[in-house]
């Protein structure tokens, strides 16, 4: 049986690592065409653009990984049918739940690795990425400091700055920014200062205007002030976050934070609790997405035209019980004191998975017929 558990064992993880190295790479070559797009557009290097393709690689593996765990095994177990390889396994007494050993081995094993994806490597290389936009946001902005030029960092913004003095100072400056598609907003000020700040880098105008010119009904509203602060990273990069979210911190220093009455971010308690809850929940679900494939397929009845209508069927319920487990969180997230609500799915999940085998494997049947 060891011998056996092992060879199934094998199949099932070279298997997984082909689904997924497929999966990731389309899904890396899809995310990867239009993030190049934006930064050469942004006059970023090559080197910027293969640094924050890395670090979208670990959500990428965690979110493929139950897909790709889901495909390997029920591509295995197809195989092993019909090379009647499977067939040969019960003939020799092995039930399905025999057999199924492996596959729990394999689906905790792929448990583990999300668990560890989505409590640590997922939330620092989302905190990573979150802090080097930040510093290209800076970058870019650092590029406007030239003088007596007109400048686009984007097609909705054009700044112009007359001279820069020895002190720092910015003198002559104008900008205007049609972002906002039902108005025009230009600031102009005779003096200026760009500071950086943990939120990103502001520019600071002093003695200026700003014109506000309704685009609906063309009125122009003119303010004046002494200074006045733009956020101008927001304006150049504004896809870049500048506040960091509960997702750019680990389940550990979440639960720290929480044992000493805080939440990291700006998140609140709930949402807080909500996330470590999620975080264990998602990588359980992928137990019982792995078994529910495997159920189907080894309890299918022998077909002459293959067991692809088995596959189909493995992949209905895949989809079912991805349907309950998207209920369940939105229920979660909608009732405070119902987070017990998202582990609802694991058990779904789990009797459907084992009263598909246990009805081919009938122990029932077998136990009578000992008796007698």
């Known amino acids: ?9 094998k199949q099932l993880l070279t298997l997984f690592g082909f689904f997924a190295l497929v999966l ?17 557009a942004d006059g970023q290097s090559a080197i910027v653009f293969l640094e924050f393709t890395s670090l979208t690689l670990p959500w990428m593996i965690s979110v493929i990984a139950p897909i790709a765990g889901f495909a390997a095994v029920v591509y295995v177990v197809h195989r092993l049918a019909s090379d009647s390889e499977l067939v040969v396994l019960q003939t020799t007494g092995l039930s399905a739940r025999d057999v199924a050993k492996p596959v729990w081995i394999f689906a905790v094993s792929l448990a583990t690795l999300i668990m560890i994806l989505s409590n640590v490597l997922v939330p620092i290389s989302q905190a990573k990425l979150h802090q080097r936009q930040l510093e ?10 030239t003088e007596g030029t007109f400048l686009s960092p984007s097609n909705n913004i054009t700044f112009y700055l007359r001279q820069i003095t020895a002190e720092g100072e910015l003198e002559g400056v104008f900008l205007n920014d049609t972002s906002n598609p039902t108005k025009n907003l230009t600031y102009s000020a005779a003096k200026a200062f760009l500071v950086r700040s943990d939120d990103g880098p502001r ?6 205007l700003i014109q506000n010119l309704d685009l609906s009904t063309d009125r122009l509203t003119v303010t004046k002030f002494n200074d006045f602060v733009i956020n101008i990273g927001q304006i150049i990069s504004p896809p870049s976050a500048t506040v960091k979210n509960i997702d750019h911190f680990t ?49 299918s009845n022998f077909s002459r035209f293959g067991l692809w209508r088995s596959v189909l069927t493995a992949v209905v319920f895949l989809i079912i019980l991805r349907f309950i487990e ?47």
């Open 203 to 208: 520019l600071v105008l002093i003695d200026g």
């Open 326 to 372: 998207g209920l369940c969180l939105d229920y979660a997230r909608r009732s405070a004191g119902a987070i017990w609500v998202m582990y609802l799915p694991l058990i779904f999940g789990f009797l459907s998975a084992y009263v598909l085998i246990l009805r081919s494997d009938r122990p029932w049947a077998k136990s009578v017929e000992t008796a007698l």
């Open 136 to 145: 290209v946001a800076e970058n870019m902005t650092s590029r406007l400091l």
């Open 251 to 299: 389940s550990f220093k979440i639960l720290n934070q929480i044992m000493r009455g805080a939440t990291p971010g700006s998140a609140t308690q709930f949402e807080a609790i909500f996330t470590l809850h999620q975080r264990v929940a998602g990588p359980l679900m992928s137990i019982f997405a792995v078994l529910i494939g495997y159920a189907v397929l080894v309890t």
């Open 1 to 9: 049986m060891t011998r056996i558990n092992t060879y199934i064992l």
């Open 24 to 40: 990731v790479l389309i899904y890396w070559i899809n995310r990867a065409v239009r993030l190049f797009d934006r930064l050469i």
